[in-house]
């Protein structure tokens, strides 16, 4: 079972900022959290992952909480193709380990 | 980042006969690829663990015997969906992790293949 909790639909205005949250209560120590999204009939894509500091790349910023638990991906600059499911997982260091995927959150882009 | 590909995209095939989804990786080598597949409006769910030179390891209630999988080479790992029948239409994803020094390795998607099965 996937050990994270999103809201299952967000909506946001083109151009603003999406925050997208996540829990992740029961994360351990050697967890890190991974957000992949799927726009629709297309394999997930990579955008970012983070073990305990606030990250950031060209797609997103991650900022986890100090005590882990949950976390925020944050699109700075939302367009109509950032339209997708998010998936926020958790998983420890052994890239032989498959990932297991929840229900996501659906982020609608709205001009 | 890294590419994974699948071939075919998008295949439909009668009930009874049977279909291979191939996965490579492109510009590394992967001892270990993942096989999922969604249904409409669900999520992934992984189906098996496709090992390199050795014998795939399948999760819970996926009939190896159905679904059979081959790891032959360090870039392709190939799912044979077998006597394929309608409830098997699905969306079939494959995943890889290219080998890093660090301690975590990040897993990238191919672009999947839509299995209709009539």
């Known amino acids: 079972d996937a050990k994270t909790t999103q809201p299952p639909s967000m909506d946001c205005a083109e151009g603003r900022a999406a925050n997208l949250p996540c829990n992740h209560s029961?994360?351990?120590?050697?967890?890190?959290v991974y957000w992949y999204r799927q726009i629709h009939s297309q394999g997930p894509q990579y955008i970012i992952h983070?073990?305990?500091n606030n990250e950031t790349n060209e797609m997103a910023s991650l900022i986890i909480t100090e005590d882990r638990k949950s976390s925020t991906l944050i699109l700075p600059h939302a367009t109509l193709r950032d339209t997708a499911v998010y998936y926020c997982?958790?998983?420890?260091?052994?890239?032989?380990?498959?990932?297991?995927f929840g229900k996501g959150t659906r982020l609608s882009v709205i001009a | 980042g890294a590419v994974v590909s699948q071939h075919p995209s998008r295949v439909i095939c009668k009930s009874g006969t049977s279909v291979k989804i191939e996965c490579r990786s492109l510009?590394?080598?992967?001892?270990?690829m993942f096989w999922y597949r969604q249904f409409p409006k669900q999520s992934l769910m992984l189906m098996a663990t496709s090992n390199e030179g050795s014998k795939a390891t399948y999760e819970q209630g996926v009939e190896k015997d159905k679904f059979l999988i081959n790891h032959a080479s360090l870039t392709l790992s190939t799912l044979t969906v077998t006597s394929a029948h309608p409830e098997d239409s699905s969306f079939y994803i494959c995943?890889?992790?290219?080998?890093?020094?660090?301690?975590?390795?990040?897993?990238?998607f191919g672009p999947g293949t839509r299995l209709t099965v009539l």
């Open positions: 029961t994360i351990s120590g050697n967890e890190y």
């Open positions: 997982i958790v998983r420890g260091r052994s890239g032989n380990t498959p990932l297991v």
């Open positions: 983070g073990l305990k």
């Open positions: 995943s890889a992790s290219p080998p890093s020094a660090g301690y975590t390795d990040t897993q990238y």
């Open positions: 510009d590394f080598q992967a001892t270990t």
